[in-house]
T-cell receptor, first 111, second 111 residues
Framework: QKEVEQDPGPLSVPEGAIVSLNCTYSNSAFQYFMWYRQYSRKGPELLMYTYSSGNKEDGRFTAQVDKSSKYISLFIRDSQPSDSATYLCAMSPQGAQKLVFGQGTRLTINP | EPEVTQTPSHQVTQMGQEVILRCVPISNHLYFYWYRQILGQKVEFLVSFYNNEISEKSEIFDDQFSVERPDGSNFTLKIRSTKLEDSAMYFC?????????FGDGTRLSIL
């Protein structure tokens, strides 16, 4: 079983839709959960950062962590064409330790 | 907003040659990292560096690789004798108490 699994997509939705992106993981030691956005030929850009279980909201973005199910989600409300990118989940046991990444989901928002 | 900067953006090297990739981490960060992303694959951890020594490394980070913080601002990755399979995007990141922030990467092409 892969340590972090993420559906690579591609996922294509109309502008204004709510987008749901997900990752599952197998290592119960993970406590720090990140979502990064990556545009073509650019580095991962930190979007959301969550410690342990629960929800975190930042503008149009909401991150959810369910440690009992080993499942994390990122929701994007009122999606915009500028949200078109690859979204990477990443996680680590401790804050300064190595990140383990998912495959990334390629998202396209159609005007 | 402070950012991680990497140079060069693209490096083309003959197989067997040495290459040095350079990074300037965010100034108040204490942990430094190198990751790589082979085309179409996940972002993979290579090495982390704290307090002037390697704190963690992956199986990929063998004797051909080394890291150095030669002064108070730069962080380098050296590959001693490059192989075709070293062709990838190499990302530098910095963090610690803060979540990891990434540079835009160096695309390394081995001929």
């Amino acid at each position: 079983q892969k340590e972090v699994e993420q559906d690579p997509g591609p996922l294509s939705v109309p502008e204004g839709a709510i987008v749901s992106l997900n990752c599952t993981y197998s290592n119960s030691a993970f406590q720090y959960f990140m979502w990064y956005r990556q545009y073509s030929r650019k580095g991962p850009e930190l979007l959301m950062y969550t410690y342990s279980s629960g929800n975190k909201e930042d503008g149009r973005f909401t991150a959810q962590v369910d440690k009992s199910s080993k499942y994390i989600s990122l929701f994007i409300r009122d999606s915009q064409p500028s949200d078109s990118a690859t979204y990477l989940c990443a996680m680590s046991p401790q804050g300064a330790q190595k990140l383990v990444f998912g495959q990334g989901t390629r998202l396209t928002i159609n005007p | 907003e402070p950012e991680v900067t990497q140079t060069p953006s693209h490096q083309v090297t003959q197989m067997g040659q040495e290459v040095i990739l350079r990074c300037v981490p965010i100034s108040n960060h204490l942990y430094f990292y190198w990751y790589r992303q082979i085309l179409g694959q996940k972002v993979e951890f290579l090495v982390s560096f704290y307090n002037n020594e390697i704190s963690e490394k992956s199986e990929i980070f063998d004797d051909q690789f080394s890291v150095e913080r030669p002064d108070g601002s730069n962080f380098t990755l050296k590959i001693r004798s490059t192989k075709l399979e070293d062709s990838a995007m190499y990302f530098c990141a910095s963090g610690g108490d803060q979540p990891q922030h990434f540079g835009d990467g160096t695309r390394l092409s081995i001929l």
